[in-house]
């Protein structure tokens, strides 16, 4: 099955940047509409940004203007670079995908996506 594996997490000063990777199983069907997810201690998991079937993104308000999802086909990567960050943003992130011939995305719904990485802990300090 298709297998997601988050790296780049880390300890930072509010102010600092970080980027995370999620390096993708090869697939040999059609590119799925992915997402990266957040959940902090005593929080509901929250959508952060998706990328569609197309290429097309979407961001949830509170990112806007600070993260940006890219991914590389290539190298089977997705991408999550975040700037500017404060101490709301500390959570354990997740990659998520919707792996579904026809699926189109973007969604920030976790409970649409059926395939999950293990998480990567991005702590913010003051």
């Known amino acids: 099955q298709m297998q997601l594996v988050e790296s780049g997490g880390g300890s930072v000063q509010a102010g600092g940047s970080l980027s995370l990777s999620c390096r993708i199983r090869?697939?040999?069907?059609?590119?799925?509409?992915m997402a990266w997810f957040r959940q902090a201690p005593g929080k509901e998991r929250e959508g952060v940004a998706a990328f569609d079937s197309a290429g097309g993104t979407n961001y949830a308000d509170f990112v806007k203007g600070r993260f940006t999802i890219s991914k590389d086909n290539d190298r089977f990567t997705l991408y999550l670079q975040m700037n500017s960050l404060n101490t709301e943003d500390t959570a354990i992130y997740y990659c998520a995908a919707r792996a579904e011939i026809g699926a189109l995305g973007a969604s920030l719904v976790p409970g649409w996506y059926n395939r999950w990485g293990q998480g990567t802990q991005v702590t913010v300090s003051s």
């Open positions: 090869r697939s040999a069907s059609s590119h799925y509409p």
